[in-house]
């Protein structure tokens, strides 16, 4: 919808206007449906047919705009965007921007838009303002533009600006702002702009299909049938027919609630109607074919796609691929991935996604390595598709998933049919191997490698690591950093921890410098994350001179302790009982926070010390300017009601709702033991 000099000549558009039953209205620029009109601003909205769009369009090109011409500088910013270089883009734009028109400014807001260019979009848009009085088509291009980012907050400031400048919001707005409702799942407001729409005193405006199937799709998306059924009532008494748009929402949602029978009622409304269907359109209907077993439909629906050019990505092509093989349809099968291969750069992902299929089908009959590879060479057509990237893209899917019978699969059909495999894909194997005997595994992989003329990597030997410290084979490790550097490959900092932090555990201090020596010696400086987990470490064993020790030495290094390396040493004390080491501890820490503060209070409370306790609360209000929370009080009570100081823990109780904090499962818990002693 745009101004009465901008124009727009989509057939969907006028057909929805048609059934909508807005009123026809022709004039010097042709034939359309008024859709609104302001008097005191001459303005008018139309739609208009596309048997008209052919003449618009040569009137245009007769007299362009400044700067939209052929040739001008609209195309040459839109060229080296399209090229990706959008710092020329936006130096071609400053060297320009002083003959711009309003018209132009628009399309450079959206065309900057479009390349995810935000920040080049707001700035012209800001030059905009400078210059010109924005108008609706400005701002309802900057609001879609925010919507399809999922920038919500920018956009429902963008639309408060839009009122402060006067600029009536047109039914384009408003479709805007309830699709950007509705997908954060704010129906409440989404309903809201849906009857200021109709209620605007400057331009009262009816809902079209878009504004209603705005609202519906987050109803469906949400999965309330009640309120999204509805909505498309309220269509129909409103005139306004449903699209396959509306048609596919609905679907979804059936299908999503396992409600087969309504999903089904609206899968052959769908299929009985006269549409153009987009690509979200045909993924739902290849959905519910494969949810159903629908096979014949899927059939139908595979030549459609094929006829329109459609490329489907994600579930529905592996869906698709799926039911092909099954139906022995190679031949449409082939055409279709030569088609996408050909149209996109997504080549690698849709060839997982054929791979994927023919050993789906195989584990969903029940075969094993030898089916599968019939399978393959039953697709002569796909013989590129067999290749280690392909096989290392499905190996990864199903490690993700948790489908390890194609994962082993997969790794007998590489066998099966020579295909080299990588060093990612015995990483993936050895990720997924069930065997206790994890060195074993591992060794064995090293082994094929070998063979493979394959080497192993830092990854390999770093999940070789992470498995054996899960299962506590800390002996291992040692054998395996040894290992690394017969492959000329040097651990790090993290690659120790796990050794370090078992030395600490059987108080092996001895071997434990020997590594830190073995690691300032490769010029390795430990990081705070390595720092804290063996702080840790002694704190589990109450080793309170090392851990100092340790930290001294972490101090030399110029490593900065965090709070949580502070906090470790503290609760170390605290523990041990050393409560004024740990207060001062506390006092020198450049950034307390609130768990310094609770660690020391629970300690203080614990060994019954309640003037320590009372003098670190004004401390921690004073340093952190905030009050104590029920962390903070629960410690107190907790080491009060344990003492037998029943009245004492009432007081600090009273306190704790004075102040309005609520309770905690543990605090409930020690107010219980308070009833029961008084």
Known sequence: FFAERCFTFRRKTAVCAQASGYEEFEDEHGKGFLLGREDQGNMSWRVLGSSFSEDARKRRNEDPAPGMEEGGVLWEIRDLLEAGDATGAWIVYRQNVGDFSLTLFNCLVNLFGKFDAL????????????????????YNTLLTLQSKKGEYKTLWWTYEKMLEHGIVPTLHTYTILITAASRQGNMDLAENLFLRMALQKELPLSPNVLTFNALL??????????????????????????????????????????????????????????????????????????????????????????????????PAAVQLATTMIRLGRFDDLAEMVEYFNESSNRKPVYGKHVLEAVLRRTLDVGGGCEDAIVAMEALPFFEHLWTTKYFNAVLKSAQRKGELDLVRLSAQVMRGIDVKPSVATFTILL???????????????????????????????????????????????????????????????????????????????????????????RGLQPDLVFVNELLNAF????????????????????????????????????????????????????????????????????????????????????????????????????????????????????????????????????????????
């Open 119 to 138: 920040d080049s979009a707001d700035r012209v848009f800001s030059d905009l303002c400078d210059r010109y009085r924005p108008d609706h088509v400005t």
């Open 217 to 314: 799709s987050g109803y469906a998306k949400l999965g309330d049938e009640k309120a999204a059924e509805e909505v498309a009532d309220r269509m129909i008494k409103a005139r306004v027919g449903p699209d396959h748009v509306t048609l596919t929402s609905l679907m979804l949602m059936y299908l999503d609630k396992k409600n087969f029978p309504a999903a089904r009622r609206v899968f052959l409304q769908l299929r009985s109607g006269n549409w153009l269907f987009s690509k979200g359109t045909y993924a739902a209907q290849v959905k519910y074919c494969g949810l159903t077993n629908n096979h014949w439909q899927l059939g139908k629906i595979s030549k459609e796609i094929l006829l329109n050019r459609v490329e489907l990505d994600g």
């Open 431 to 521: 990720e997924t191997t069930e065997v206790d005997n994890i060195s074993y595994e591992a060794e064995r992989m090293i082994k094929y490698m070998r063979r493979y003329g394959v080497r192993p990597d830092l990854v390999f030997f770093r999940t070789w690591l992470r498995l054996e410290q899960r299962e506590g084979n800390i002996n291992a490790v040692e054998r395996i950093l040894a290992l690394m550097e017969k492959f000329n490959l040097h651990p790090e900092a993290p690659d120790y921890s796990a050794l370090m932090c078992e030395c600490v555990r059987k108080k092996n201090f001895r071997r434990l410098r020997q590594l830190l020596d073995e690691m300032d010696r």
């Open 539 to 678: 704190a589990a064993i109450g080793a309170v001179k090392e851990a100092e020790d340790f930290l001294q030495q972490v101090q030399r290094a110029s490593l900065k302790p965090d709070a949580i390396t502070y906090n470790t040493i503290i609760k170390l004390h605290a523990r041990r009982g050393n409560l004024d080491s740990a207060e001062r501890l506390l006092k020198n820490m450049p950034s307390p926070d609130r768990i310094s503060f609770n660690t020391l209070v629970a300690a203080s409370a614990f060994h019954n010390d309640f003037r320590r306790v009372h003098r670190l609360l004004r401390d921690m209000e004073a340093r952190l300017n905030t009050k104590p929370d029920v962390a903070t009080y629960t410690s107190i009570i907790g080491a009060l009601a344990r003492g037998g100081e029943t009245s004492k823990a009432k007081l600090y109780l009273k306190m704790m709702q004075d102040n309005g904090v609520q309770p905690n499962k543990e605090t409930h818990r020690y107010i219980e033991l308070l009833n029961e002693a008084a």
